[in-house]
């Protein structure tokens, strides 16, 4: 009888969670019938602008040592360290998931003095933490902007990963340790451009070892920006 009774339930759980997820993606449909160009970032929430960009056709190739090249490589060294394996993302989840570290390393290394002689927010912690002693604050408001600089989306939540902590209560990350720099290389293979889009296939090399190849997409601004799109093994 309980055993019944546990897959009853479990079929009513079954189907309230069919009904909840036919609702959110009604729900999205409808919204981005009303709303047009204005809901892409619920495409882009669910990953589901990735396939559009990448089937887009190549316009023309750009040169490997170029400006161009020089920009979207600085967009993948911030995902960088001393691995030649990088997980594959399509979606702000999968990135977090994979790269929040990362991501709280670039923004440390490039504003260090900030980040351990802000006297006031340090002060604000641990008024907040008392006991805790703490040298490095990142505020969470700027891993968001982070995210929504370079990789076009929006942060869904703050958690802790293996290098940051994150705390609740000063609403900011923190670490004992230094920023780290990547000891790996970028070996940039070729760059396609596309109507919205740039394209970059590129391998990692470190001393002897080299990795397979990897394709990292860019979308284009309006105003000669990029942000991150997705990435990819080929």
Known sequence: MAKNRYRRGRRRGLRSGTLVLLLLLTGAFLVSCVAGSNALWIRGLFGLDVGSYLAEPTEHELPTDGEIASLLC??????????????SFRN??????????????????????????????????????????????IPAEDLANAVRLHF???????????????????????????????????????????AHTYRLFFRLAKGEEVSDEYLACFVKREDGSVYFRSLQSN
């Open 74 to 87: 600085d967009k993948v060294d911030i995902l960088l360290a001393g691995s030649l394996d990088l997980p």
């Open 92 to 137: 702000t989840s999968q990135l977090l998931t994979h790269y929040r570290d990362a991501l709280l390393n670039d923004l440390l290394r490039d504003n260090y003095g900030h980040y351990t002689g802000n006297a006031d927010l340090l002060a604000e912690a641990a008024e907040k933490l008392p006991g805790a002693s703490l040298s490095v604050l």
């Open 152 to 194: 076009g989306n929006e942060l869904g939540s703050h958690k802790g990963g293996d290098a940051y902590a994150y705390l609740k209560s000063a609403k900011a990350y923190t670490t004992a340790l230094d920023p780290w720099e990547a000891s790996v290389e970028i070996r940039v293979g070729r760059i396609e451009e596309t």
